[in-house]
């Protein structure tokens, strides 16, 4: 079932990251077709190829000591062969792996010549972690209810398609607009969304959204919808009142207690991307992850409402690949496992009846691929097994 879901996960996510984003060097090559050497050279370094906005860390780092017993000697078997962590890793390019139990690190593994203190891209790992500030915004008053209107924080969109969605619609992909998420199609929406000012002092993405029609009931349908990750991320500032790094910086970052500043790719507005390219370290990656364990608690303080993890990463919509469906820009897993996952190999995984947290660095060779995801999988699944005996 997670192969199945990360499939589905990857076919929604090639374009997501960069469309809308112009790079600093003339002549840079599309992020989807980056070699291995530039994989390994730019993912630490996204703000040399990209602009980008910080997420600011703060002045205490929550410690992730390290467990008693450790996952170092881990095998397992796939695909007729037998499998060590070092296998996997240099197989599929993979620039570091940690796995959390009850708060404390049993696996931490780096490749690629990255160092524990190098960020890493996150693609649309980011997605989750908007929707998280979603909750946020709603602990602190900022916005009422993920059923109040999209057309209450974004008011731009009012008189568009997009009258009569609420937040929820949007975070569960299923607002009822048409959309084309055809990567393939120079001409589709996923490859025209923001990539000019069309109206000056409003946002690119907000003006070519407003424009799209009505092509389903808000609520009904399930529809991959890359622009409307971006929207959130704009609804959310807008609620807040605050650039997103700022907010996730203050509920985040600097609450949680993360090692190190993220880095957070605009777009050219010089928005933050809801849908994608945060970049943090591994370290960072666990944290957050671990925060969803904690149950959106930092040092004793709610940073979400009562209820938002549970209701994020629960089934909220079927989304072509029951029983899992999808959440909050989560995706789920048969017997409750949530995962946020980010084309080239980026991944959270979330096991709270396991207490466990798996995090995964890659430079794929392409976005996608069966025998990517299917690999991944059988590491996560050796992983589990291996953790539930220690």
């Known amino acids: 079932m997670r192969k199945t879901i990360g499939l589905l996960l990857a076919a929604a996510l090639l374009a997501t990251g960069t469309a809308t984003a112009q790079p600093l060097r003339p002549g840079t090559p599309s ?15 996204i703000e040399t190829v990209y602009r980008t906005a910080t997420v600011k860390r ?14 170092e000697g881990l095998t397992w078997s796939h695909a007729d062969k037998s499998w060590t962590v070092d296998d996997y890793m240099k197989a599929y390019n993979v620039s570091g792996v940690m796995v959390v139990k009850d708060g404390k690190v049993m696996l931490e593994r780096y490749g690629l010549g990255r160092k524990p203190e190098d960020r890493w891209i996150s693609f649309s790992v980011t997605k989750s972690i908007t ?14 209810s993920v059923d109040d209107q999209v057309t209450s924080y974004i008011p ?24 084309n998420e055809d990567y393939t199609d120079p ?3 996923v490859a025209r969304a923001g990539t000019k000012i069309l109206e000056p002092g409003v946002n690119p993405i907000v003006s070519y959204m407003k424009a799209l029609p009505r092509a389903n009931e808000p609520g009904t349908k399930f529809t991959y919808n890359t622009g409307e990750t971006d929207l959130v991320g704009i609804l959310v500032s807008n609620a807040v009142g605050k650039s997103l790094s700022q907010y996730a910086s ?10 190190r500043d993220a880095t957070w790719i605009v777009d050219l507005a010089g928005h933050e991307r809801g849908g994608c390219c945060m970049s943090m370290t591994v370290g960072d990656y666990a944290r957050f992850g671990q925060f969803m364990l904690d149950g959106g608690v930092a040092r004793g303080v709610k940073i979400l409402p009562d209820g938002w993890i549970q209701q994020a990463t629960t089934a ?29 190999g980026q991944s959270i995984s979330v096991i709270p009846d396991e207490r466990l947290v798996i995090v995964i660095n890659s430079a794929w060779p392409s ?7 299917a690999a991944r999988s059988a590491f996560i699944n050796a992983v589990r097994t291996a953790a539930k005996g220690l």
């Open 156 to 179: 731009e969109l009012k008189g568009s398609a997009y009258d009569g969605v609420s937040i929820r619609n949007v975070l569960t992909m299923s607002s009822g607009v048409k959309w």
């Open 316 to 344: 909220q919509i079927t989304n072509g690949t029951p029983p899992a469906g999808y959440g909050y820009f989560w995706w789920l897993g048969q017997g409750g496992p949530y995962q946020a996952s980010g084309i080239f």
């Open 131 to 144: 929707s998280t500030l979603v909750g946020a915004a709603i602990k602190d008053g900022k916005i009422k």
């Open 58 to 71: 703060g002045d205490t780092v929550r410690p992730l000591p390290k467990a008693e017993r450790s996952l």
């Open 31 to 45: 992020i989807l077709r980056w070699t291995l050497e530039q994989q390994t050279e730019w993912y630490p370094a």
């Open 250 to 259: 203050e509920k985040l970052w600097q609450a949680y207690g993360m090692e």
């Open 187 to 189: 001409n589709s929406d």
């Open 367 to 373: 976005a996608t691929g069966r025998e990517l995801f």
